[in-house]
């Protein structure tokens, strides 16, 4: 998770404790505007409003890493975009502006989720999906899949080391031998990504995983004052946003 | 053959994994590298094909700069195996697993095959030569990984943890394994937590201690040092443990001369 600045830390800051459901419907509604809004000053405005609270939570070297983590992702939609819409609509400055768009959408959405991600520890998010009555194996398996990302990572290393030990140049030929060069690297781990998961059930069972019908849990998530104000001041901002359309016709 | 000048490397700012280390290994030398878990070990043999470039320091293999030189250059005259197979075997096939590296170093195809049928052999895997790499047991999978690299002969081999899940049969084997590169003039460095296996197949041992190679030198003489091996929190081999309980004078390592000391001791109590 590394990678994408999603990994978590404890902390005491006000967006830490909020309930994870108060900011998933942030996360939902703003989630919602950058996919409805195309004005890039709109956008800007949406990935602006994420700022703050990244100050509040006092998170913005993570912050930071995720958005410097993803500027690859942002040239090449930029690229793409551009090269895409002139294409087809044979102007610059529309290519331009859509694509400037675009990228800003990418970016306001990393930001939305980094805080979601960056300020909510992993348990307290299965217990909210749990109270929000998913099934809680499909909630622990969600849990689980984002506590091996990291694992998974450093694995993939060590396993394009080893390969690189014996010859393998990643580097070599056109972009379809290049991506053949990796086949020798996602195979092993493909498998022991199955071989981890067997041995974790294992593990997990024979610690009486599941032996329990009903669950009942030792910490209950509890909406608080703040909780509310927080969802307040988020529809409120969804509504204000909405209302440009709505009054100005900006879309 | 092998040199490190004053070489450090870090993987997060602040905590070097290892630091100033100085090192020289000749042509034909068998070395063990021991220390523990964290020690510096895996990431001190990293720099020798070249996967880890030294950030400060310098690493020459073979006349090379490994700072300038790629790691498929390199990898072609330093056979690296890793401490775990399961990361390295992907192939359909054992025997393909085994032409990976040979047809990566473009070997001619008459050649490939007659490698593939020696590693097979030698590495007793003749029978699963059609079976998936994944489907065979932990110890025929470390057989496997050593097989994949020894078929290309390269001059200097690295092992990472070679013994561990081998039982006491494909220790021997191993050990044999060693004494040929050997007589072959082959430059063979162990890494390894199996202190008896060091103590009675190799010369020379290096032991490092948080990033630091701490001793240096005759495996004799290293592995009977009672304070060196505390530091380094390593168990003594048994035959030196039996030599100071015997009080012996000097402890050794290799069984015939502990025997031939006890022989000497038991006539000297019956006379
Ligand atoms: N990829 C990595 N990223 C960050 N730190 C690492 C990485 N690999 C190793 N380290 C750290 O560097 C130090 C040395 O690790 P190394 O793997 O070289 O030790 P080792 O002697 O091989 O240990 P072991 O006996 O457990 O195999 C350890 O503190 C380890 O946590
Ligand atoms: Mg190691």
């Known amino acids: 998770m590394k990678a994408f600045g999603f990994d978590y830390r404890r902390g005491t800051s006000i967006i830490h404790i909020l309930d994870p459901r108060s900011k998933f419907i942030y996360t939902i509604l703003f989630t919602a505007l950058t996919v409805y809004?195309?004005?890039?000053?709109?956008?800007?405005?949406?990935?602006?409003?994420?700022?703050?609270?990244?100050?509040?939570?006092?998170?913005?070297?993570?912050?930071?890493?995720?958005?410097?983590?993803?500027?690859?992702?942002?040239?090449?939609i930029f690229i793409f975009n551009l090269i895409g819409i002139f294409w087809t609509t044979g102007s610059v400055a529309d290519a331009l502006i859509m694509s400037i768009s675009m990228s800003l959408r990418f970016m306001a959405l990393i930001s939305i989720f980094s805080v979601f991600f960056l300020t909510t520890s992993p348990e307290d998010l299965t217990q909210s999906m749990v109270q929000l009555k998913i099934p809680y194996d499909y909630a622990l398996t969600?849990?689980?899949?984002?506590?091996?990302?990291?694992?998974?990572?450093?694995?993939?290393?060590?396993?394009?080391?080893?390969?690189?030990?014996?010859?393998?140049?990643?580097?070599?030929?056109?972009?379809?031998?290049?991506?053949?060069?990796?086949i020798p690297?996602?195979?092993?781990?493909?498998?022991?990504?199955?071989?981890?998961?067997?041995?974790?059930?294992?593990?997990?069972?024979?610690?009486?995983?599941?032996?329990?019908?009903?669950r009942t849990s030792l910490y209950v998530l509890t909406m608080g004052r703040r909780d509310f104000l927080f969802i307040l001041f988020s529809v409120a901002a969804f509504l204000a946003f909405l209302s440009l359309k709505v009054l100005f016709g900006i879309q | 053959m092998i040199s490190f000048e004053d070489v450090s490397y870090s993987y997060s700012p602040g905590r070097y994994a290892i630091e100033h280390i100085n090192l020289s290994i000749d042509k034909g030398e068998v070395v063990a590298i021991l220390g523990e878990n964290g020690a510096g070990k895996t990431t001190l043999i990293k720099h020798i094909n070249g996967l880890l470039k030294p950030q400060s320091g310098s690493v020459i293999v073979l006349g090379m700069n490994t700072k300038e030189t790629t790691v498929a250059t390199l990898a072609r005259h330093v056979g690296l195996v890793f401490q775990n197979p399961d990361h390295q075997l992907f192939a359909e096939t054992v025997e393909k697993e085994i032409m990976f590296a040979l047809t990566n170093f473009n070997f001619p195809e008459d050649e490939i095959s007659r490698r593939v049928n020696w590693?097979?052999?030698?590495?007793?895997?003749?029978?699963?030569?059609?079976?998936p790499p994944f489907l065979l047991s932990g110890g025929e999978r470390k057989r496997l990984a050593l097989a994949s690299v020894l078929c290309y002969d390269p001059q200097i081999v690295i092992l990472d943890e070679p013994t561990t899940g081998q039982d006491y049969r494909q220790k021997l084997h191993l050990a044999s394994l060693i004494k040929k590169l050997n007589s072959e003039s082959k430059t063979v460095v162990v890494v390894t937590h199996d202190i008896e296996f060091a103590a009675d197949f190799i010369p020379r041992s290096i032991i490092m201690s948080k990033g630091r190679i701490i001793?240096?030198?005759?495996?004799?003489?290293?592995?009977?040092?009672?304070?060196?091996?505390?530091?380094?929190?390593?168990?003594?081999?048994?035959?030196?443990?039996?030599?100071?309980?015997?009080?012996?004078?000097?402890?050794?390592?290799?069984?015939?001369?502990?025997?031939?000391?006890?022989?000497?001791?038991?006539?000297?109590?019956?006379?």
């Open chain 1, 142 to 182: 969600f849990n689980m899949a984002m506590r091996f990302v990291p694992t998974l990572s450093r694995e993939a290393q060590i396993i394009m080391d080893a390969q690189r030990s014996r010859g393998l140049e990643l580097e070599k030929g056109n972009i379809f031998q290049r991506v053949r060069n990796y």
């Open chain 1, 185 to 214: 690297v996602l195979i092993p781990l493909i498998i022991s990504s199955f071989r981890r998961a067997e041995l974790v059930a294992d593990a997990m069972e024979s610690r009486a995983f599941g032996a329990a019908k009903r």
């Open chain 1, 37 to 76: 809004f195309v004005n890039p000053l709109v956008l800007l405005l949406v990935f602006l409003s994420s700022v703050p609270m990244v100050a509040v939570a006092g998170v913005g070297k993570s912050w930071l890493r995720s958005i410097r983590g993803s500027l690859f992702f942002i040239a090449f």
């Open chain 2, 119 to 131: 590693a097979l052999k030698e590495f007793g895997l003749l029978e699963y030569k059609d079976r």
């Open chain 2, 215 to 271: 001793a240096d030198g005759d495996s004799e003489e290293l592995l009977t040092n009672r304070e060196l091996l505390m530091s380094a929190s390593l168990i003594p081999p048994q035959l030196v443990e039996l030599s100071w309980d015997l009080a012996l004078n000097p402890p050794t390592i290799h069984f015939d001369e502990l025997v031939s000391s006890v022989k000497k001791l038991l006539e000297g109590r019956e006379a």
